[in-house]
Nanobody
Framework: QVQLIESGGGLVRPGDSLRLSCSAS????????MAWFRQAPGKDRQFVAAVSPNGNIRDIATVLKGRVTVSREYARATMNLQMNNLSPEDTATYYCAATRPLMATTTFVAEGRYEVWGQGTQVTVSS
């Protein structure tokens, strides 16, 4: 059974940092592109970051560049999202997604390209 499980969400203050993790099981995650999306209440789901199967290509949403980094730990079949200098506008449910592209250097920013999704982890930024 393919499963993605997010962790690391919580309540933080503006300016804090947070590290989210996505653990994959039931797949060889090294063959999958993985991504983070987020959805704030009343808003569409938004692309955050993605990393290619081989880890060499990393895409970060333009509005988040400089504050967000994405990485993979292949030995643990895990993808991490480091977010710094958080603001209330970062409050959302953060979802992990995965898809198996033909090329190891591929990432996608469109959520429709991802076949496997986690249940999400809530991040709330509030003073």
């Amino acid at each position: 059974q393919v499963q993605l499980i997010e962790s690391g969400g919580g309540l933080v203050r503006p300016g804090d940092s947070l590290r989210l993790s996505c653990s994959a099981s039931g797949i060889d995650s090294a063959e999958y592109a993985m991504a983070w999306f987020r959805q704030a209440p009343g808003k569409d789901r938004q692309f955050v970051a993605a990393v290619s199967p081989n880890g060499n290509i990393r895409d970060i949403a333009t509005v988040l560049k400089g504050r967000v980094t994405v990485s993979r730990e292949y030995a643990r079949a895990t993808m991490n999202l480091q977010m710094n200098n958080l603001s209330p506008e970062d409050t959302a449910t953060y979802y992990c997604a995965a898809t198996r592209p033909l090329m190891a250097t591929t990432t996608f920013v469109a959520e429709g390209r991802y076949e496997v999704w986690g249940q999400g982890t809530q991040v709330t930024v509030s003073s």
